[in-house]
């Protein structure tokens, strides 16, 4: 079955431009999680929804960044003002139960 | 706030070669560990999953045990294989089973 996708694929922008990242969970899950992964590190988490809603978004570094999941399947991560040390790979995940399945992920560059 | 470390960062090791990656936590209250797999530019691919009530799962070449009072897992692979040069992660979920943290990742060159 199809698993987590994730658009664009590859995504380069100038510093200061606004950016949307889009996610498509596993049909049926109701979990939703974003992370960060810089060069070299691991994964770091930034929010998590539970059907529309963020149940945590603790991990959002700042004002710039927003996500939204308005209908409880689709996920758009948003990035606004975006600086270089925005660039790294955005991973979505979703899931049941306490298991998280990843897409491929976005790597934003801004340049 | 849980911290998650994995010795080596790195590992070179010949084919067929038994290794053990390690990876440890600071927090004991760690629900379930999961090891994942990630290849170069790729996602991340889950190897085994174990949950709090367990102490090791296996899957084929792989076996993954959790310590929750030492804080430690450890993912063993045996007969390596050139195929399985990746880099690995190990991350604990939070007490609400929500929350992932990742360690750093060991990278594993497995050479012929």
């Known amino acids: ?111 | 706030k849980q911290e998650v470390t994995q010795i080596p960062a790195a590992l070179s090791v010949p084919e067929g070669e038994n290794l053990v990656l390690n990876c440890s936590f600071t927090d004991s209250a760690i629900y379930n560990l999961q090891w994942f797999r990630q290849d170069p530019g790729k996602g991340l691919t889950s190897l085994l999953l174990i949950q709090s009530s367990q102490r090791e799962q296996t899957s084929g070449r792989l076996n993954a045990s959790l310590d929750k009072s030492s804080g430690r897992s450890t993912l063993y692979i045996a007969a390596s294989q050139p195929g399985d040069s990746a880099t690995y992660l190990c991350a604990g979920y939070d007490n609400a089973g929500n929350m992932l943290t990742f360690g750093g990742g060991t990278r594993l060159m497995v050479k012929p």
């Open chain 1, 1 to 111: 079955g199809a698993g987590v996708s994730q658009t664009p694929s590859n995504k380069v922008t100038e510093k200061g431009k606004y950016v949307e990242l889009r996610c498509d969970p596993i049909s049926g899950h109701t979990a939703l999680y974003w992370y960060r992964q810089s060069l070299g590190q691991g994964p770091e988490f930034l929010i998590y929804f539970q059907g529309t809603g963020a149940a945590d978004d603790s991990g959002l570094p700042n004002d710039r960044f927003f996500a939204v999941r308005p209908e409880g399947s689709v996920s758009t991560l948003k990035i606004q003002r975006t600086e270089r040390g925005d660039s790294a790979v955005y991973l979505c995940a979703s899931g049941e139960g306490h298991t998280q399945y990843f897409g491929p992920g976005t790597r934003l560059t801004v340049l």
